[in-house]
């Protein structure tokens, strides 16, 4: 996958949570446009025509600890294969869902929702938008996180609690682009003699 694919993941994510709120007839209507389900910051301000009524913003990215000491992948171009490219970086993104109907009931009813949704769609395949032959697995699971914890993500944007839940999706691989070159081997030769005294 190319270094697009952060931004593809969140898309997807944010398209997911689209199809599975325009489901249920309560949340269509607390819901009313995928483009109201923005990607930024829940503090931040928006624009004169923009609606904000779920927030779905990335807040942090970490490498991901189980895929980090990967084989180099060999590389077939032009019946060379004596190329092996970098392992592909492998990151987990963490996500805070905020829901902004503009009503208490309305906004628990949304999160209620897009907790069922990533529940039972835990696992995605996302299909690759520069390379449609590669499919992305994506994990995607409720982070736990204790109220202290949420607290600082809200006091970071200076702005007071309010009702949301984080996620974590493993893992995203961005390809490298570093090929190192790598020989053959040819002739292997092994000589036996007397050992010293």
Not at 25 to 39: E, M, P, W
Not at 62 to 89: C, F, I, M, Q, S
Not at 124 to 151: D, G, K, N
Not at 155 to 178: F, G, K, N
Request: with cysteine.
């Amino acid at each position: 996958m190319s270094h697009m694919i952060i931004g593809e993941v969140s898309e997807f994510l944010r398209h997911t949570l689209w199809l599975g709120l325009t489901q249920d007839t309560t949340t269509s209507q607390l819901v009313t446009a995928k483009d109201n389900i923005v990607l930024s910051n829940p503090a931040q301000p928006l624009g004169a025509n923009v609606v904000r009524q779920m927030s779905l913003w990335l807040y942090q990215v970490t490498a991901n600890e189980h895929l980090r000491n990967a084989p180099p992948v060999r590389k077939r171009e032009a019946g060379d294969d004596t190329a092996e490219a970098y392992p592909p970086l492998a990151i987990n993104l963490q996500y805070l869902l905020t829901p902004s109907t503009g009503s208490d009931v309305g906004d628990q009813q949304v999160l209620g929702r897009a907790l069922q949704i990533f529940h039972d769609q835990g696992v995605l395949t996302m299909p690759s938008l520069h390379a449609p032959q590669q499919a992305e697995e994506l994990h995607v699971s409720l982070a736990s996180r204790t109220i202290e914890e949420l607290a600082k993500v809200w006091e970071a944007m200076q702005q007071p609690y309010r009702l949301s839940v984080c996620y974590e999706v493993r893992a995203a691989r961005i390809e490298s682009q570093r090929v190192q070159q790598t020989g053959r081997i040819g002739d292997r030769e092994s000589r036996f003699g007397d050992m010293a005294a």
